[in-house]
Protein backbone atom coordinates (compact mmCIF):
# COMPACT_ATOMS: atom_id res chain seq x y z
CA UNK A 1 0.00 0.00 0.00
CA UNK A 2 1.40 3.36 -0.77
CA UNK A 3 -0.06 6.77 -0.67
CA UNK A 4 1.18 10.18 -0.92
CA UNK A 5 0.04 13.21 0.67
CA UNK A 6 0.66 16.69 -0.54
CA UNK A 7 -0.21 19.74 2.00
CA UNK A 8 -0.39 23.26 -0.45
CA UNK A 9 -1.79 24.64 3.02
CA UNK A 10 0.39 26.30 5.55
CA UNK A 11 -2.32 24.14 7.65
CA UNK A 12 -0.90 22.27 11.03
CA UNK A 13 -2.90 19.39 12.16
CA UNK A 14 -2.54 18.29 15.72
CA UNK A 15 -1.89 14.64 14.64
CA UNK A 16 -0.25 13.02 11.90
CA UNK A 17 -1.88 13.39 8.24
CA UNK A 18 0.19 10.52 7.14
CA UNK A 19 -0.34 8.40 9.90
CA UNK A 20 -4.00 9.03 10.00
CA UNK A 21 -4.54 8.65 5.83
CA UNK A 22 -2.39 4.93 6.07
CA UNK A 23 -4.93 3.45 8.69
CA UNK A 24 -7.50 4.62 6.98
CA UNK A 25 -6.78 3.56 3.88
CA UNK A 26 -5.81 0.21 5.35
CA UNK A 27 -8.79 -0.39 7.24
CA UNK A 28 -11.17 0.61 4.38
CA UNK A 29 -9.14 -1.72 1.50
CA UNK A 30 -9.63 -4.88 4.75
CA UNK A 31 -13.10 -3.82 4.86
CA UNK A 32 -14.01 -3.67 0.98
CA UNK A 33 -11.57 -6.97 0.71
CA UNK A 34 -9.21 -5.37 -1.96
CA UNK A 35 -7.12 -8.08 -3.10
CA UNK A 36 -4.53 -5.75 -4.72
CA UNK A 37 -1.59 -3.72 -3.00
CA UNK A 38 -3.28 0.15 -3.83
CA UNK A 39 -1.84 3.39 -4.45
CA UNK A 40 -3.61 6.66 -3.42
CA UNK A 41 -2.82 10.47 -3.68
CA UNK A 42 -4.40 12.95 -1.22
CA UNK A 43 -4.15 16.37 -1.78
CA UNK A 44 -4.46 18.99 0.94
CA UNK A 45 -5.62 22.35 -0.18
CA UNK A 46 -7.84 25.50 1.22
CA UNK A 47 -11.42 26.30 0.08
CA UNK A 48 -10.33 28.55 -3.14
CA UNK A 49 -8.41 25.20 -4.52
CA UNK A 50 -10.96 22.74 -4.20
CA UNK A 51 -13.70 25.28 -4.85
CA UNK A 52 -11.46 25.25 -8.71
CA UNK A 53 -11.16 22.05 -8.38
CA UNK A 54 -15.08 21.54 -8.10
CA UNK A 55 -15.86 24.11 -10.41
CA UNK A 56 -13.17 22.43 -13.31
CA UNK A 57 -14.01 19.04 -12.88
CA UNK A 58 -17.99 18.73 -11.30
CA UNK A 59 -19.19 22.64 -12.92
CA UNK A 60 -20.33 23.13 -9.42
CA UNK A 61 -18.35 26.44 -8.63
CA UNK A 62 -18.39 26.52 -4.85
CA UNK A 63 -15.85 24.97 -1.98
CA UNK A 64 -16.93 21.60 -0.80
CA UNK A 65 -15.00 19.19 1.53
CA UNK A 66 -13.91 16.42 0.05
CA UNK A 67 -13.18 15.39 -3.76
CA UNK A 68 -13.25 11.87 -4.79
CA UNK A 69 -11.40 11.29 -8.47
CA UNK A 70 -11.51 7.64 -8.50
CA UNK A 71 -9.52 5.94 -11.03
CA UNK A 72 -11.60 2.40 -11.53
CA UNK A 73 -14.90 1.71 -13.19
CA UNK A 74 -16.62 -0.95 -11.01
CA UNK A 75 -19.11 -2.66 -12.21
CA UNK A 76 -20.30 -2.77 -8.46
CA UNK A 77 -19.00 -1.08 -5.39
CA UNK A 78 -15.50 -3.00 -4.42
CA UNK A 79 -16.18 -5.67 -6.94
CA UNK A 80 -12.20 -5.68 -7.74
CA UNK A 81 -12.65 -8.43 -10.50
CA UNK A 82 -11.60 -7.71 -13.73
CA UNK A 83 -9.22 -5.47 -13.41
CA UNK A 84 -6.44 -7.31 -14.10
CA UNK A 85 -6.87 -7.91 -17.42
CA UNK A 86 -6.38 -3.54 -18.08
CA UNK A 87 -3.29 -3.87 -16.37
CA UNK A 88 -1.80 -0.87 -18.31
CA UNK A 89 -4.83 1.46 -17.21
CA UNK A 90 -5.04 0.08 -13.37
CA UNK A 91 -2.13 -0.46 -12.17
CA UNK A 92 1.34 1.07 -11.36
CA UNK A 93 3.59 -0.47 -13.71
CA UNK A 94 6.76 0.10 -11.51
CA UNK A 95 5.17 -0.81 -7.90
CA UNK A 96 2.56 -3.18 -9.77
CA UNK A 97 -0.22 -1.59 -7.48
CA UNK A 98 -3.78 -0.78 -7.94
CA UNK A 99 -4.30 3.05 -9.10
CA UNK A 100 -7.15 3.81 -6.38
CA UNK A 101 -7.15 7.38 -7.28
CA UNK A 102 -7.30 10.93 -6.15
CA UNK A 103 -8.64 12.80 -2.94
CA UNK A 104 -8.37 16.33 -2.21
CA UNK A 105 -9.71 17.70 0.96
CA UNK A 106 -10.11 21.56 2.17
CA UNK A 107 -8.42 21.93 4.97
CA UNK A 108 -9.97 24.82 6.05
CA UNK A 109 -13.33 22.55 5.46
CA UNK A 110 -12.25 19.78 7.74
CA UNK A 111 -11.32 22.31 10.55
CA UNK A 112 -14.72 24.49 9.98
CA UNK A 113 -16.61 21.26 9.52
CA UNK A 114 -15.11 19.75 12.90
CA UNK A 115 -15.98 22.59 15.14
CA UNK A 116 -19.99 23.00 13.48
CA UNK A 117 -20.19 19.10 14.32
CA UNK A 118 -18.51 19.10 17.79
CA UNK A 119 -15.98 16.96 17.25
CA UNK A 120 -11.96 16.97 17.15
CA UNK A 121 -10.16 17.60 13.69
CA UNK A 122 -8.95 14.37 13.68
CA UNK A 123 -12.26 12.83 13.60
CA UNK A 124 -13.34 15.36 10.79
CA UNK A 125 -10.23 14.35 8.79
CA UNK A 126 -10.61 11.04 9.49
CA UNK A 127 -14.35 10.68 8.65
CA UNK A 128 -13.89 12.62 5.04
CA UNK A 129 -10.67 9.87 4.15
CA UNK A 130 -12.86 7.04 5.09
CA UNK A 131 -15.42 8.91 2.73
CA UNK A 132 -13.74 9.58 -0.09
CA UNK A 133 -11.77 5.68 0.25
CA UNK A 134 -15.01 4.20 -0.12
CA UNK A 135 -15.90 6.42 -3.25
CA UNK A 136 -12.58 5.41 -4.51
CA UNK A 137 -14.00 1.91 -3.84
CA UNK A 138 -16.99 2.14 -6.02
CA UNK A 139 -19.41 3.45 -3.58
CA UNK A 140 -21.94 6.25 -3.84
CA UNK A 141 -24.50 8.60 -2.38
CA UNK A 142 -26.63 9.68 -5.04
CA UNK A 143 -29.80 8.03 -4.05
CA UNK A 144 -30.90 7.01 -0.13
CA UNK A 145 -30.22 3.62 -0.10
CA UNK A 146 -26.59 4.18 -1.40
CA UNK A 147 -26.24 6.88 1.22
CA UNK A 148 -27.58 4.86 4.06
CA UNK A 149 -24.88 1.73 3.06
CA UNK A 150 -21.89 4.47 2.67
CA UNK A 151 -23.12 6.40 5.85
CA UNK A 152 -22.54 2.79 7.74
CA UNK A 153 -19.35 1.87 6.09
CA UNK A 154 -17.87 5.10 7.10
CA UNK A 155 -18.91 4.65 10.42
CA UNK A 156 -17.73 1.38 10.96
CA UNK A 157 -14.14 2.08 9.63
CA UNK A 158 -14.25 4.86 11.90
CA UNK A 159 -15.00 2.82 15.09
CA UNK A 160 -13.28 0.19 13.93
CA UNK A 161 -9.98 2.32 14.28
CA UNK A 162 -11.18 3.68 17.59
CA UNK A 163 -12.24 7.42 16.19
CA UNK A 164 -15.30 7.93 17.24
CA UNK A 165 -17.50 11.39 18.27
CA UNK A 166 -16.57 12.73 21.51
CA UNK A 167 -19.57 12.86 23.99
CA UNK A 168 -20.69 16.49 23.94
CA UNK A 169 -19.24 18.43 26.71
CA UNK A 170 -21.65 19.61 29.53
Known sequence: MTFYVENETDTEF???V???VGKVMEAALAAEGCPYEAQVNVLLTDDAGIREYNRVHRGIDAPTDV????NLDFEAPSRFEGFKEHTADYFDPESGE???GDIVISAERARAQAEEYGHSL???FAFLTAHSMLHLCGYDHMEEGEAAVMEEKQEA???GLGIVREPEKA
Open 14 to 16: PFS
Open 18 to 20: EEV
Open 67 to 70: LSFP
Open 98 to 100: LLL
Open 122 to 124: LRE
Open 157 to 159: LLR
